[in-house]
């Protein structure tokens, strides 16, 4: 699913250089830890939390998320101005009705520049095709369990709690 974000095509262009949209770059693994894996958690997160409150509701709830990313292109890019491409795992939750937190769990491909997008790969049968063109191959396994998932989740629910 490919998700347009026009309301942050100024915040895009701040934070994206004039190379260009990314896809026929090299991608990299970015390293759990790195100044640059932060600066692309943070952005990350600042899209899904707007993507994922557009997908899932009208209400006026605050969506909180975790991220990990884990790939970005160009290789060899130095700082998140420089990105064009950022793979990450999410786990994305908004209060229901009952006041519970209602968590989803998705790999995401952003891609950033003149008009940022997320594309989401789809449920159900097509979805290991949508896995295989969005993600490159850098070691992560994102169809599986998520190792790092319990602590995903522990951070969204905190967030959420204004831990």
Same mark, same amino acid.
Request: aromatic share 4%; glycine share 10%.
């Given at each position: 699913?490919?998700? #347009?974000?026009?309301?942050?095509?100024?915040?895009?262009?701040?934070?994206? %250089?004039?190379?260009?949209?990314?896809?026929?770059?090299?991608?990299?693994?970015?390293?759990?830890?790195?100044?640059? *894996?932060?600066?692309?958690?943070?952005?990350?997160?600042?899209?899904?939390? @707007?993507?994922? $409150?557009?997908? *899932?509701?009208?209400?006026?709830?605050?969506?909180?998320? %975790?991220?990990?990313? =884990?790939? +970005?292109?160009? &290789?060899?890019? %130095?700082?998140?101005?420089?990105?064009?491409?950022?793979?990450?795992? *999410?786990?994305?939750?908004?209060?229901?009705?009952?006041?519970?937190?209602?968590?989803?769990?998705?790999?995401? $491909? @952003?891609?950033?520049?003149?008009?940022?997008?997320? =594309?989401?790969?789809?449920?159900?049968? *097509?979805?290991?095709?949508?896995?295989? $063109?969005? =993600? #490159?191959?850098?070691?992560?396994?994102?169809?599986?369990?998520?190792? &790092?998932?319990?602590?995903?989740? +522990?951070? +969204?629910?905190?967030?959420? %709690?204004?831990?």
């Amino acid at each position: 699913m490919k998700r #347009p974000f026009l309301p942050l095509l100024a915040v895009a262009l701040l934070l994206t %250089s004039a190379a260009g949209c990314g896809d026929d770059d090299e991608a990299m693994r970015l390293p759990p830890g790195g100044a640059l *894996t932060a600066d692309a958690d943070r952005l990350v997160r600042q899209l899904m939390e @707007i993507d994922f $409150k557009d997908r *899932t509701t009208t209400e006026p709830v605050t969506v909180t998320c %975790s991220v990990r990313s =884990f790939g +970005a292109a160009p &290789e060899g890019a %130095s700082d998140v101005g420089q990105l064009t491409t950022i793979w990450a795992k *999410t786990v994305c939750g908004a209060p229901g009705p009952d006041g519970l937190l209602s968590l989803s769990m998705v790999p995401v $491909k @952003i891609t950033l520049g003149a008009q940022p997008a997320v =594309f989401i790969p789809q449920d159900g049968a *097509t979805n290991a095709d949508d896995l295989e $063109k969005l =993600f #490159p191959d850098l070691g992560v396994d994102v169809a599986g369990e998520w190792p &790092e998932f319990p602590e995903m989740r +522990a951070e +969204a629910e905190a967030r959420a %709690s204004g831990r």
